[in-house]
């Protein structure tokens, strides 16, 4: 369970964290901006392509796991606000998205926790909204982390910023939906 091929591919977006913020700590000289922009990027694709992969392959090979179920989420949430906090240091992205993803995550992820203890966690399933909360920020870090001109046209610092402001809307809209649908069910359990 701790070392199926699945599992491992979950555990290396955990561990891709400190290579991706640490790339922009290497000493002066070392490497250029544009160059730790551009390995930054590269990373982050390569690691978030691991959770479709990971699920791919649990399913695929019958390696599916309470485990892998609670760890896959675990790492995409610490992947996505270590980005954002580094995107924060560095300027590119604004610390008022960075409390909205980062206190929306935890707040649903308590908010999961405590529907399944009272048996209710179906009410709180993952919705299109937040896939496509998902869906902007995984295409707005990359840009933000690359910060330059995308095959010489595309200014991936402009739409990064927007794609993040946008994701930060879509996450106050899924918390909003989430809690509404688990304020019934937590009000019908505490008569």
Excluded at 12 to 41: D, Q, S, W
Excluded at 48 to 73: E, I, M, V
Aim: hydrophobic share 60%; aromatic share 10%.
């Amino acid at each position: 369970m701790f070392t199926t091929i699945p599992t491992l591919l979950t555990w290396t977006r955990i561990f891709a964290i400190p290579l991706i913020a640490g790339v922009f700590y290497l000493p002066e000289g070392t490497a250029t901006m544009a160059e730790k922009n551009l390995a930054a990027t590269l990373m982050f694709v390569v690691f978030a392509l691991t959770d479709w992969l990971d699920g791919y392959l649990a399913r695929k090979l019958n390696q599916t796991s309470s485990f892998g179920a609670f760890l896959d989420p675990v790492a995409d949430k610490f992947l996505v606000c270590a980005c954002v906090l580094v995107l924060v240091h560095l300027q590119r992205a604004d610390v008022f998205v960075a409390l909205i993803i980062i206190g929306r995550e935890i707040a649903i992820s308590a908010l999961r926790e405590w529907m399944a203890q009272i048996g209710a966690s179906k009410s709180v399933a993952v919705h299109m909204i937040g896939k496509l909360k998902t869906v902007a920020q995984m295409v707005a870090i990359p840009f933000l982390l690359f910060d330059g001109l995308l095959l010489g046209a595309v200014d991936t610092h402009s739409w990064g910023v927007v794609l993040m402001w946008a994701a930060a809307g879509l996450t106050v809209w899924s918390m909003v939906f989430y809690l509404q649908k688990a304020i019934p069910e937590i009000r019908a359990r505490n008569k």
